[in-house]
T-cell receptor
């Protein structure tokens, strides 16, 4: 079985400040990890993914995430946020490219 | 343009009246999936399909049916909808071995 935990349901942060959105997972097999973003009234789009290789993954819009196998974490970071980053962010895990489990989401609110 | 389309985008129906939500992709993807999104619960996988005539249950399949007779289409069928199926539904597709999913715009279903 696999699961994803996003501990923070909401994260307020001032514009141009750094942000970290936390994601912890569990899986009994090798994992593939993803971060998706959902802007208001839209579908989800991929921010970044970890399939193998380097544990530091860079994505779109200046986001990056680090895969930490010992801590079973895949936290998302951005050094300086913009108003346009206001959205809901979902972490997801797939153990075998078939069944996909999403976290409950973190709403990022960027304050001007 | 590469895309996943869903129809209808909005639907209000009554308990017990059978309905179908269509999903189509133009990227020749093998993998397709249905999710429901509910506040505080994130996205939960309903069914997925690895290829034509190959489908499997996700985490919340009860009350839903799917079929995959053509590679591009993956309709979601609610044979006897109930109010607890009121939700936002997303269809997604993925190329084989990639893991990254492309999402449709969503279908907001209300069952009264």
């Amino acid at each position: 079985a696999q699961s994803v935990t996003q501990l923070d349901s909401q994260v307020p942060v001032f514009e141009e400040a750094p942000v970290e959105l936390r994601c912890n997972y569990s899986s009994s097999v090798s994992v593939y990890l993803f971060w998706y973003v959902q802007y208001p009234n839209q579908g989800l789009q991929l921010l970044l993914k970890y399939l193998s290789g380097s544990t530091l993954v860079k994505g779109i819009n200046g986001f990056e995430a680090e895969f930490n196998k010992s801590q079973t974490s895949f936290h998302l970071r951005k050094p300086s946020v913009h108003i346009s980053d206001t959205a809901e962010y979902f972490c997801a895990v797939s153990g075998d490219y078939q069944k996909v489990t999403f976290g409950t989401g973190t709403k990022l609110q960027v304050i001007p | 343009e590469a895309q996943v389309t869903q129809n209808p985008r909005y639907l209000i129906t009554v308990t017990g009246k059978k309905l179908t939500v269509t999903c189509s992709q133009n990227m020749n993807h093998e993998y397709m999936s249905w999710y429901r999104q509910d506040p505080g619960l994130g996205l939960r996988q309903i069914y997925y399909s690895m290829n034509v005539e190959v489908t499997d249950k996700g985490d919340v399949p009860e009350g839903y049916k799917v079929s995959r007779k053509e590679k591009r289409n993956f309709p979601l069928i609610l044979e006897s909808p109930s109010p607890n199926q009121t939700s936002l539904y997303f269809c997604a597709s993925s190329g084989q071995g990639v893991g990254e999913q492309y999402f449709g715009p969503g279908t907001r279903l209300t069952v009264t």
